[in-house]
């Protein structure tokens, strides 16, 4: 079990934050992505993304970090009707298993949870087998499919929900 502490993520996480993310796009979307996008340019793309994103947080957001080995981004403003927006969940390649993700997830969730948002979804590529399976144990429902357009082929995704984010958090233990 990863013991590494979470704490809330600030535009000074930025370029780890953007590090983590290429080095988990590269382990887990590989034959998703082309291998131009997940070559060099991929860490400078990140970085900028990251930048923005922290830059332009509201209080009502999460972005939480373990250390330099996991993070989590939670949007306030998603889909209407669906709750927060769980838009990015990622642990470095050579942790994963570990519990970190779950221990993300969890503390995420009640930080959700105590705002007083019952919601929650996310979107995953439904080649990422190992994502789905993680989030449907924690009770999340597939509940529509979809294709987003990647490197310009037609890939498929599913969004995953909650309908009770207080039990999620429990459910990943926090």
């Known amino acids: 079990m ?9 535009v000074a996480d930025a370029d780890a934050i953007a590090a983590l993310h290429a080095a988990s796009w590269r382990s887990a979307y590989r034959g998703i992505f082309k291998d131009d996008t ?7 793309e990140r970085r900028e993304h990251w930048r923005g994103k922290l830059g332009a947080m509201t209080p009502q957001d999460t972005v939480l970090i373990a250390d330099d080995v996991g993070f989590i981004a ?11 927006y769980i838009d990015n969940l990622h ?17 995420a969730m009640r930080r959700v949870a105590r705002r007083g948002e019952r919601g929650a979804y996310l979107w995953v590529f439904d080649d990422n087998v190992r994502a789905i399976d993680f989030y449907r144990r924690l009770g999340g429902e597939i509940v529509e499919g979809g294709f987003d357009e990647i490197d310009g082929a037609q890939v498929a995704h599913s969004r995953i929900a909650w309908r009770d984010t207080a039990r999620l958090a429990d459910a990943c233990g926090a």
């Open 2 to 10: 990863s013991d590494a502490p979470i704490r809330p993520a600030s």
């Open 38 to 44: 997940l070559g060099p340019s991929l860490d400078g």
């Open 74 to 84: 939670v949007w306030a403003e998603g889909d209407p009707g669906f709750g927060a």
């Open 91 to 107: 642990v470095h390649p050579e942790r994963r298993s570990g519990g970190l993700g779950r221990r993300l997830l969890g503390e």
